[in-house]
């Protein structure tokens, strides 16, 4: 079966970065656009960023443009995101997705698989 599985997730101070990664299994990774999504406290969960099968395109939300960025290995099936710059806003739980799309794909409803998530915590 199809496994996403995050890791990376911390407590950081605001200003800091982390490095997120997404290992995937169970599917032909490089067939797949990946993304990243965000859900706070009380909060709907929201795009974040979103790369292409082969990782030549990327898509970010304005809210993290300059300060994230997603890339992909598709040798390890592994998809990634530079979160630089953190600010206490950014707190959430932070799952990635793959999507069997081509085109750039920025709701929930246009993925396919979903993992658990990590937790990014940021404080002042």
């Known amino acids: 079966q199809v496994q996403l599985v995050e890791s990376g997730g911390g407590l950081v101070q605001a200003g800091g970065s982390l490095r997120l990664s997404c290992a995937a299994s169970?599917?032909?990774?490089?067939?797949?656009?990946m993304g990243w999504f965000r859900q706070a406290p009380g909060k709907e969960r929201e795009f974040v960023a979103t790369?292409?099968?082969?990782?030549?395109?990327?898509y970010n939300a304005d809210s993290v443009k300059g300060r994230f960025t997603i890339s992909r290995d598709n040798a390890k099936n592994t998809v990634y995101l530079q979160l630089n710059s953190l600010k206490p806003e950014d707190t959430a739980v932070y799952y990635c997705?793959?999507?069997?799309?081509?085109?750039?794909?920025?709701?929930?409803?246009?993925?396919?698989?979903w993992g658990q998530g990590t937790q990014v915590t940021v404080s002042l």
């Open positions: 169970g599917l032909t990774f490089s067939t797949f656009r």
């Open positions: 997705a793959a999507s069997g799309l081509a085109r750039p794909a920025v709701t929930t409803r246009n993925y396919d698989y």
């Open positions: 790369i292409s099968r082969s990782g030549g395109t990327t």
